[in-house]
């Protein structure tokens, strides 16, 4: 799908700080957006007030999730394990079941979600996200395994979906689009950084780049050291 079919797109998570980032990468290609968030951050999206049609509610509604989408060429979707209510797998879940087929679908997660098996991850890296999931449970505060749910199931649907895996983030001004692996451990990806700001970049690129149509791509910041390394690796005279 070309820059051309792309005219309306969905963001769902759009009061978030990715989610605010990506309305803005939206908007700057002349897309017309239509944001989701719960009504009560609403009040987060005023700076776009007049530029983005809003739709207040749980993302992970089918309802909201019906109307928001409605006409919409491409779909970008924070995955967020909020709750313990399986509020990533439902919003998943609700933007495959109501997107219009053939639209270009587009899902945010971490490293710690693998399509096929083949990452490489750390002692120090498989241990944190292990914290962080008994953390979340014990608080009734995120759920790390629905996220990986969620994404089980964009894995099996037939749609034109990509998942975009995002290293540790930090914010900062644009050091332009991210470079990308299928799995994690590739020395590519060794410097585990991103800035948000090029994570959204990203996500709003992959809607008309059809090389990742049901790709899972692990990205990582195009100016730290392991992807300059990579890129002087790959200039270099064999």
Same mark, same amino acid.
């Given at each position: ?49 007049? !530029? $983005?049609?809003? /739709?207040? =509610? ?6 909201? %999730?019906?109307?928001? &989408? #409605?006409? *919409? ?56 996200? !292990? $914290?962080?999931? /008994?953390? =979340? ?6 759920? %790390?395994?629905?996220? &990986? #749910?969620? *994404? ?60 990742? /149509? ?25």
């Amino acid at each position: 799908m070309g820059t051309e079919r792309i005219k309306r797109v969905c963001v769902v998570g759009a009061s978030g700080k990715l989610g605010q980032y990506m309305v803005r990468h939206a908007l700057e290609r002349g897309y017309e957006v239509v944001g989701v968030c719960r009504e009560r951050s609403v009040p987060k999206l005023a700076g776009f007030d007049g !530029r $983005i049609t809003v /739709v207040p =509610g749980p993302t992970d509604d089918p309802e909201v %999730i019906r109307r928001a &989408v #409605e006409g *919409c060429d491409g779909v970008l979707t924070v995955l967020a394990p909020w709750g313990v209510r399986q509020y990533s797998s439902g919003t998943a879940q609700a933007v495959l079941d109501h997107a219009r087929p053939g639209a270009r679908l587009v899902f945010s997660c971490g490293w710690h979600i693998t399509r096929d098996g083949a990452d490489r991850y750390s002692r120090m890296f498989r241990a944190g996200v !292990r $914290i962080a999931a /008994v953390l =979340g449970r014990l608080v009734r505060a995120v759920e %790390i395994d629905d996220q &990986v #749910e969620a *994404c089980r199931r964009v894995f099996a649907s037939d749609t034109r979906w990509t998942v975009v895996r995002g290293s540790s983030l930090e914010e900062g001004e644009s050091e332009g689009l991210p470079v990308w692996s299928r799995h994690v451990g590739d020395p590519v990806l060794a410097s585990d950084l991103t800035r948000r700001v090029d994570f959204a970049l990203f996500m709003v690129e992959a809607l008309t780049d059809d090389a990742l /149509v049901r790709e899972a791509p692990a990205i990582v910041g195009c100016r730290t050291p392991s992807a300059l390394a990579h890129a002087d690796g790959a200039r270099a005279p064999r």
